[in-house]
């Protein structure tokens, strides 16, 4: 009866969830070594969390991507176990840029001096936005990471709703 196993996993639904959570990830990283370009290096943002955190949360979307792909048990429960990794790294990240929302232009000690005050202004408004896409991607991806575990889950042997005797 294992080959019965994927009935309850929807391929497609897998698909879609694993691109939508890699491309967060990517936005994550991309506005991530934005943030890490503009910023001094203080004990906060030398950790560069959204760099690491958005590699971490696009690992339940690319195992979702190839779980779409291929019928492995194995590789569903990894995807299981990423996706509540994914959800850990999420609030992380999402604390890094709620604490690091409230630095302004005033904040000498934070951001690289600029003799021209548009320069700074801009530069700053762009850091801004910069954690504000981060914290926005990050909204968007803890409810995928979510689901992902949840369709993962239900389709393993070891859940609740699996019948052993009908492979459902």
């Given amino acids: 009866m294992d080959r019965y196993r994927y009935l309850v996993f929807s391929r497609k639904r897998a698909l879609v969830l694993g691109i939508v959570q890699v491309a967060c990830a990517g936005l994550c990283v991309v506005f991530g070594v934005l943030d890490?370009?503009?910023?001094?290096?203080?004990?906060?943002?030398?950790?560069?969390?959204?760099?690491?955190?958005?590699?971490?949360?696009?690992?339940?979307?690319?195992?979702?991507?190839?779980?779409?792909?291929?019928?492995?048990?194995?590789?569903?429960?990894?995807?299981?176990?990423?996706?509540?990794?994914?959800?850990?790294?999420?609030?992380?990240?999402?604390?890094?840029?709620?604490?690091?929302?409230?630095y302004g232009e005033e904040d000498e000690d934070v951001f690289h001096h600029h003799s021209s005050p548009q320069v700074t202004f801009v530069l700053h408004r762009m850091v801004k936005a910069a954690n504000a896409t981060i914290l926005l991607s990050c909204i968007i991806s803890l409810p995928l990471s979510c689901l992902i575990a949840y369709m993962g889950f239900r389709s393993l042997p070891c859940c609740g709703c699996y019948d052993a005797a009908t492979g459902l």
Avoid: E, H
């Fill in 36 to 102: 890490a370009a503009f910023r001094k290096d203080t004990p906060l943002s030398s950790s560069r969390t959204p760099l690491w955190g958005g590699l971490v949360m696009a690992a339940p979307g690319v195992l979702a991507l190839f779980a779409s792909q291929r019928k492995n048990s194995i590789l569903v429960s990894m995807m299981v176990v990423a996706a509540g990794l994914s959800c850990v790294a999420v609030l992380l990240i999402s604390g890094y840029c709620c604490l690091t929302l409230t």
